[in-house]
């Protein structure tokens, strides 16, 4: 017997219900991105490694899935160095691309590659698949889809506002109750300076990041492993312990950072976005979360990070401010900021709240039942009437018994069922069936897209 195909771990199919589901988050955040004014893009699967490699840290470039180059990926490697054990120079010779880790550096490289074809400041969306090396767990996969949304070429901090806006909007559409959590890399900059380990900033952003996830003594003790000194440890914690408002806890930090310029700036760029956001009413708690490091090192000011509220779970968007990421493709200066949509975390989070509205599970509203050859003229013609009046429309492809008929449209969650028998046909008429509660109306067929639009 033939071995059951599988698919790799960290990966998944979607049947035409889940994608269903899927499209409906799609549509929402597509239709938002659209409304702020931003503007499609898309980029391939793959980028050459001298683009993806050095932008996300250690750890990121090791989750990086690299591509063997095509024909004889072995040819031109000396013998000592295919037998050596320095997988990075093997690496080197064998593997030249690799599948994007997030969308935007390759967001970067567009813009430089592009620059003279766009305008700034360029706000751009971006909904497609990206893949990491990752550990397969609940929540996180190695294949999965983000939707970004960045606006590059602006230093203001307006730009911060109406992501969180954008967040808001969306989340609100989805039903889905979340906390934004915010913080500044240039804050983490001043609190790594006072505790006299500001060159070690990667290693303690990377570390004080997972608090939630591996709790005090864990990040003490990750710190530890990274050389960072006790003494500095132990004036970091405080800081990180603050309590009370976002306001309160900037005012605590402008005495405690009174010496770092870094920190001040960062405490004034957070008074001014949470000013900017008590203009708006927003449905989301807002709040400075100064363990939020997000280790990716392109950040250089604002953080978000959005959870939602009902459930334990990982992040579901985030992103932030970096100040000079397309410097290293060449185009030094240029500013940009911006959030990405986890669509994948947040359909498990919509699944497991029950989010989703009855109508995703099919994309068809009506079933035409087949009476066979001598009804069947008439019921093409009325499908194609449904059909040009914007109603999702199916014929049974046989003329078969009625209860398997309707057995179908129940399997596939079609609501309404239109019976066109012959008698229906010559009164002029039509009766439609109500799934769901089980009534019966006749319609004439003049009527019958009017009569349907508003079931």
């Known amino acids: 017997m033939a071995q059951k195909p599988s698919i790799p771990r960290g990966t998944r199919d979607f049947s035409p219900a889940e994608m269903l589901r899927?499209?409906?988050?799609?549509?929402?955040?597509?239709?938002?991105?659209?409304l702020w004014g931003y503007l499609p893009i898309e980029t391939p699967a793959m980028e050459t490694l001298s683009t993806l490699l050095g932008k996300y840290g250690e750890e990121g470039d090791r989750l990086i899935f690299r591509i063997l180059n095509s024909g004889n990926f072995l040819s031109g490697i000396s013998p000592e160095t295919l037998s050596s054990a320095d997988t990075s120079a093997v690496s080197q010779h064998i593997s030249e691309k690799g599948l994007r880790y997030d969308l935007t550096v390759p967001f970067a490289r567009f813009v430089v590659q592009h620059r003279d074809e766009i305008?700034?400041?360029?706000?751009?969306?971006?909904?497609?698949?990206?893949w990491r090396a990752d550990k397969p767990q609940k929540g996180r996969y190695r294949e999965f889809f983000q939707c970004d949304v960045d606006i590059i070429g602006s230093n203001s901090l307006l730009n911060e506002a109406e992501l969180i806006q954008i967040i808001d909007h969306i989340f609100s559409e989805l039903n889905i109750n979340v906390t934004v959590k915010v913080n500044n890399r240039k804050i983490l900059a001043g609190i790594a300076g006072m505790a006299g380990a500001g060159e070690q900033l990667t290693d303690i952003t990377v570390s004080i990041d997972k608090l939630e996830k591996i709790g005090r003594e864990g990040v003490r003790q990750e710190l530890m492993q990274r050389g960072i000194a006790p003494e500095a440890i132990d004036r970091l914690e405080p800081v990180l312990g603050l309590s009370g408002s976002s306001e309160e806890k900037l005012h605590e930090l402008r005495s405690i950072m009174a010496s770092s310029e870094t920190g001040?700036?960062?405490i004034t760029e957070m008074e001014e976005l949470l000013g900017y956001l008590d203009l708006d009413q927003l449905n989301p708690t807002v709040e400075l979360d100064l363990s939020l490091a997000r280790g990716l090192n392109y950040y250089t000011g604002t953080i978000i990070e959005v959870k939602a509220a009902d459930v334990p779970f990982g992040s579901i968007c985030g992103g932030g401010r970096y100040d000079d990421l397309t410097g290293i493709f060449g185009l030094p200066g240029v500013s940009g900021v911006g959030v990405s949509f986890g669509a994948d975390r947040i359909y498990d989070v919509m699944l497991q709240l029950d989010l989703f509205p009855e109508q995703t599970g099919s994309s068809t509203q009506v079933l035409i039942v087949n009476f066979g050859r001598e009804e069947l003229p008439s019921l093409i013609k009325i499908a194609g009437t449904l059909r040009e009046a914007g109603i999702a429309t199916e014929l049974y492809p046989e003329p078969v018994k009625l209860k398997k008929q309707f057995a179908y449209a129940d399997a596939q969650k079609i609501q309404l069922v239109v019976i066109a028998g012959s008698n229906e046909l010559t009164a002029g008429q039509a009766t439609v069936k109500n799934m769901k509660t089980g009534e019966q109306t006749a319609v004439s067929l003049s009527a019958l897209p009017s009569f349907i639009k508003k079931e």
């Open 264 to 266: 001040l700036k960062g």
């Open 119 to 130: 305008t700034f400041p360029f706000r751009r969306y971006q909904i497609q698949p990206v």
């Open 22 to 34: 899927r499209n409906h988050i799609f549509d929402i955040i597509r239709r938002n991105f659209s």
